[in-house]
């Protein structure tokens, strides 16, 4: 009543959770450590909850041992299907505090995981993206398409993931992104429609374009990018 209870709780879970990582985790081992902050990152900014075969392919090909390697001696803090997800939101808000979690090896730094999501994100679409990529003809009427899971999410929020980025930076992100657009554009439209979220193509790409505009001062290439790419394809056709 006093003030006390709530510092209190928070000082208990924090305890909890230390005692809980450093009992599940081997710390000592740098891979383990390194899989760790990469998969955690991925689960803690991921705007929908993914299974450990999407993280994996997110992660690509750099990441040498199978997500779920790390995910299962982590149980006592994370749920590990049919999603990965973290038990309860305290734990996401511990591991995201460097001074509450206490060790670096521990902290999330979400503005960095962010950026990288987005990368990988981008990535992953320009590996996979093509023209009529789920092979649909015109007829039969009964024809469906389907994306897989760690092809959906990427379709879904690579913009909102970019849109985090608002320090310098961006300056890495730019000529991937322009490149992205140029070539994939197009097809990116086609898998939002099978993933039925065409409706919300114009809003995610009206969200870009003021990301660019905001950028817009670190580079030319942003300039051009938010001049041509964007702006020329959309912005005149909107009353149509």
Not at 20 to 35: I, M, P, Q, Y
Not at 157 to 165: A, K, L, N, P, V
Not at 200 to 212: A, G, K, N, P
């Amino acid at each position: 009543m006093k003030g006390d209870a709530t510092s209190g709780a928070k000082s208990a879970l924090d305890t909890l959770y230390r005692t809980a990582l450093e009992s599940s985790g081997k710390w000592d081992d740098t891979d383990f450590v390194d899989d760790f902050r990469s998969i955690l990152g991925v689960i803690l900014v991921a705007r929908n909850p993914l299974p450990d075969s999407a993280i994996d392919s997110l992660l690509g090909p750099d990441s040498l041992r199978p997500s779920m390697h790390t995910i299962s001696s982590l149980a006592c803090v994370l749920q590990p299907s049919p999603t990965v997800r973290v038990l309860h939101p305290s734990f996401a808000d511990f591991l995201m505090d460097r001074e509450r979690c206490g060790r670096d090896i521990w902290y999330i730094d979400k503005d960095l995981h962010n950026h990288l999501l987005a990368v990988r994100c981008l990535e992953r679409l320009d590996g996979a993206l093509k023209r009529n990529i789920c092979g649909l003809r015109l007829c039969p009427k009964d024809n469906r398409g389907e994306l897989s899971q760690d092809l959906a999410y990427p379709c879904m929020f690579w913009i909102e993931h970019i849109c985090t980025i608002t320090d310098d930076s961006a300056f890495k992100i730019v000529n991937q992104l322009n490149e992205f657009l140029h070539r994939h554009l197009l097809h990116w439209l086609e898998a939002m429609s099978i993933l039925k979220r065409s409706r919300e193509t114009i809003t995610l790409l009206d969200s870009l374009l003021s990301w660019v505009k905001v950028c817009s001062f670190l580079s030319y290439d942003v300039s051009l990018l938010s001049s041509y790419t964007i702006g020329s394809l959309f912005i005149p056709n909107r009353s149509v």
